[in-house]
């Protein structure tokens, strides 16, 4: 069993789009077909500013290993910003490889429905669980005000952003994701609230 579920172990293959019924992939090209671990994945979005990055390392420290939490901007570098939908893919494949390591991967970012489920790699997991983190347009913008200027949060940006926070909380019911609102949550409590819908939702 390989680590990128892509990579057919038995001929060398890469495939760019899986076949892939329950736990089990086959090789388009030589029928081989071999099992991997299909976990579920769990998506904490939200606008920026709402608390994604705050709540990372709370969760990381709170679970303890027993899942892998990552943020999604570590890789919002080079040809992948100029590639939203190759951004899109790769973390999928990353957490895909992740997961075959036994742990499911939490994934600090700001996504939506629309931009996972119809990928390929979305055949990877047992579910995506989403759970939004949101907040009222004042308490954003001047959550994002106050950021340092290489992080460049200039006005255009922040209108974007209270846009997507809108878009999000009004389309939850009909994507089926999760909201918490943040404005006037603490970090604790807001680490509690998503530890506890994480937990429900662990195989």
């Known amino acids: 069993m390989g680590l990128d579920l892509r990579i057919c172990p038995a001929c060398g293959d890469l495939g760019d789009r899986p076949i892939v019924a329950g736990a089990v992939l086959t090789c388009r090209r030589c029928g081989h077909e071999w099992p991997f671990r299909k976990l579920p994945l769990f998506a904490v979005t939200g606008p920026s500013g709402a608390g994604k990055s705050t709540v990372g390392p709370l969760l990381a420290d709170r679970f303890g290993g027993d899942v892998v939490v990552l943020d999604q901007d570590i890789l919002w570098i080079g040809a992948l910003r100029d590639e939203v939908g190759a951004f899109r893919s790769v973390w999928l494949r990353m957490a895909a490889m992740l997961h075959q390591n036994g742990r499911p991967v939490v994934l600090c970012g700001t996504v939506a429905p629309p931009e996972f489920e119809p990928l390929p790699e979305r055949a990877f997991f047992s579910e995506i669980h989403y759970l939004a983190l949101v907040g009222s347009p004042e308490s954003l ?46 970090r604790e409590t807001t680490a509690d609230h998503v530890e506890k819908w994480i937990r429900a939702r662990l195989p």
Not at 157 to 172: G, P, T, V
Request: without cysteine.
């Open 141 to 186: 913008r001047a959550r994002l005000r106050a950021r340092p200027a290489w992080r460049e949060w200039d006005e255009e940006r922040i209108e974007e952003m209270l846009e997507f926070n809108d878009w999000l909380q009004k389309s939850a019911d009909e994507l089926g994701v999760h909201v918490f609102d943040t404005t006037d949550a603490s």
